[in-house]
C-alpha cells in the first residue's frame, strides 16, 4: 500500500476515489445546487453564495481578479501559493503592489498596517496556508487590520490548504472572499475550484461585470441558471466533493481539525527528539503540514531511496528548500496507524543509515 505525505496534490481516499466513477448526473444542475449547499452549511453558514468551477487554482485567482477588482490591489507575499498570487496579479493589473514577509514568518500586523497607511486597495489577497514552507498566517487578525484600515477594501483568501483541516474562518468580519481549489487539504483530485462570498462582495460583484468570459464570477452566476452551461461542471469530481462531505460530516469538523492538529503534535515531537528543525517559525506553524530541515548527514535522495520501497513518499519542497527539508502532510484522511507506520520507517532510516556507505569510490589516478 502507498503512504502519500505529500500536501500537493494530496492524497485521495479509495471512497472518494470510487465515487469518481458514478454515472453521469440526470441533474448536474440539482447535483452541483446541493453539493453547494452541503458545503457551505458545514464550512461557511454565514456566507451568501457558493460556486463551483472546473478549473485550476491559478484559475481561482483569474476569476477573482477578473470578478471583484477595478483598481489597485495588494498581494501579501511570504510563500509558493502567494507568490502565484503575485505573478498573476501583476500580469492582469498593471496597479499591484506587495507586501512581502520572509517564507518563514507569518505577515507581520504592525509591517502590514503601516503599508496600509495612506493607500487604498480594492483588495487585499492573502493566503492562510503556506502548504510547501508549513507557515500559517493568521487570517482573522489580518482581516480585522485591514477592514478597519480600509473598510472599503474585500479581503479575498486562499485557503486551498486549511480547508476542512483548520476551523473555517467567518465570513462577517474576517474574509469577504473564499476560495479554494480541491487538491490540497480537500483532499479531492485536482480540477474543482470554489468560490464563497459574503454579502458584501456579493453585492460588489454584481455592480462590477469584471473581465474575461468562463473565468468570470458574475458571468458564469448567469450562465449557470442554463442546463447546458453546467454540463461544463466536472460531475465526477462533484460526486468525489459530496462524498467527502460525508465523511468529514461522519467523523465531525471538531474532531477532524483536532485529529489532524494530534498528528502535528507527534510528528514534531519525533523531529525534535532527533534533532531536526522545523522550517517555519514556531509561532507561525500550521497544524497540516510539517516541513522540516533535513540533517547534514545525509541528502534528500537518501531519504526518498530508503523510503520508497515502503511504499512511503514524502512532500517535495520547492526552489531554494528543495535540497534542504522535506514535508510531512497530516492532515486529510490520514489515520494514525498511517502516521505511526511513517514514523517507524523514518526511525529504521536514522538507525540503518550509515553516512559511509554513500562515499563514492575514487578511482585510482591515471599514471603521470
Known amino acids: 500500500m502507498t503512504l502519500d505525505f505529500a500536501p500537493i496534490p494530496s492524497r485521495v481516499q ?13 441533474d448536474l444542475q440539482a447535483l452541483a445546487a446541493k453539493t453547494a449547499d452541503r458545503l457551505k452549511e458545514m464550512f461557511f453558514p454565514d456566507a451568501a453564495v457558493s460556486a463551483f468551477f472546473t478549473c485550476t487554482r491559478e484559475a481561482l485567482y483569474e476569476i477573482a481578479l477578473n470578478s471583484f477588482v477595478r483598481g489597485p490591489v495588494l498581494v501579501c507575499a511570504n510563500g509558493a501559493l502567494s507568490r502565484q498570487w503575485e505573478l498573476l496579479a501583476k500580469a492582469l493589473n498593471p496597479e499591484t503592489e506587495v507586501f512581502e514577509a520572509d517564507f518563514d514568518s507569518a505577515l507581520n500586523e504592525t509591517l502590514l498596517e503601516k503599508a496600509l497607511e495612506n493607500r487604498s486597495y480594492d483588495a487585499v489577497l492573502l493566503v492562510e496556508v503556506e502548504p510547501l514552507t508549513g507557515v500559517r498566517n493568521d487570517i482573522q487578525s ?9 473598510p472599503d477594501t474585500l479581503v479575498i483568501v486562499d485557503c486551498s490548504a486549511s480547508i476542512s483541516s483548520l476551523a473555517p474562518l467567518s465570513m462577517h468580519g474576517a474574509a469577504d472572499v473564499v476560495l479554494f481549489s480541491s487538491e490540497i487539504s480537500l483532499g479531492l483530485p485536482p ?13 460588489k460583484s454584481i455592480g462590477y461585470g469584471g473581465q474575461g468570459w468562463s473565468l468570470n464570477y458574475q458571468k458564469a452566476a448567469k450562465e449557470a441558471q442554463d442546463s447546458d452551461f453546467r454540463g461544463q461542471l466536472s460531475y465526477p469530481l462533484l460526486y468525489a466533493l459530496d462524498k467527502q462531505l460525508d465523511l468529514i460530516f461522519l467523523e465531525g469538523l471538531d474532531n477532524r481539525i483536532a485529529r489532524i492538529k494530534t498528528y502535528a ?27 522540516i530541515r533535513k540533517s547534514a548527514l545525509f541528502t534528500i535522495e537518501n531519504m526518498s531511496d530508503f523510503l520508497t520501497p515502503y ?7 520547492a526552489d531554494d528548500l528543495k535540497d534542504d527539508a522535506f514535508i510531512i502532510a497530516h492532515m486529510g484522511q490520514i489515520s494514525e496507524r498511517e502516521l505511526d507506520q511513517l514514523i517507524e520507517v523514518l526511525n529504521k532510516f536514522m538507525a540503518d543509515y550509515d553516512t559511509l556507505k554513500h562515499i563514492p569510490v575514487v578511482s585510482k589516478l591515471p599514471p603521470q
Open 14 to 26: 479509495p471512497a472518494v476515489l470510487a465515487a469518481l466513477a458514478k454515472p453521469p448526473a440526470q
Open 142 to 150: 489580518l482581516a480585522a487590520l485591514i477592514h478597519q484600515q480600509l
Open 191 to 203: 480540477g474543482l475550484g470554489t468560490i464563497i462570498l459574503n454579502e458584501r462582495a456579493n453585492f
Open 265 to 291: 503534535e507527534k510528528i514534531r515531537a519525533w523531529a525534535a527528539e532527533n534533532q531536526f528543525v522545523q522550517y517555519a517559525a514556531a509561532e507561525a506553524q500550521s497544524p497540516t503540514v510539517s516541513v
Open 311 to 317: 511504499g512511503i513518499y514524502l512532500g517535495k519542497c
